[in-house]
């Protein structure tokens, strides 16, 4: 359930951690929203943790499914985007938690995307920047 919120930064957040679901690592699954409404769109940076699965693919496609999951927030939460930076974590248990995926999106190419059927290359192509460790390309 939704609860009431004072901002877009406060309801992206909410809305990405109930599409999202809990981790399964025991740690956040969101880390962190930031949402600059200093101009009629704003830039939004979200980081979240890519939960851990039975195999490295497995973990992979999870990865690809989360983006596909905020992608698709934010086009269907009315809340004006300029640009969005997405950045993915993971640590396979051992390792301090680290960036494995960092993707920048414009608006304009973001706003077209039809989300459900757009697979892991579509999702890169239509990147302004993409970036990801080997075991998650």
Request: net charge neutral.
């Amino acid at each position: 359930m939704i609860e009431e919120v004072s901002s877009n930064e406060d309801m992206l957040d909410q809305l990405f951690q109930s599409v999202l679901g809990p981790s399964n690592r025991k740690v956040d699954r969101i880390t962190s929203v930031k949402l600059d409404e200093a101009n009629e769109a704003g830039n939004l940076a979200v980081t979240w943790t890519i939960n851990d699965n039975s195999s490295a693919a497995k973990v992979k496609n999870g990865a690809w499914t989360d983006i596909k999951k905020i992608l698709q927030v934010v086009q269907d939460s009315g809340v004006p985007v300029n640009k969005m930076v997405l950045v993915g974590t993971f640590s396979d248990g051992g390792a301090k938690e680290g960036q494995v995926i960092r993707a920048t999106y414009s608006w304009s190419k973001v706003k077209t995307l039809d989300v459900g059927a757009a697979n892991p290359s579509r999702i890169v192509a239509i990147a302004d920047s993409f970036q990801a460790q080997p075991g998650f390309r």
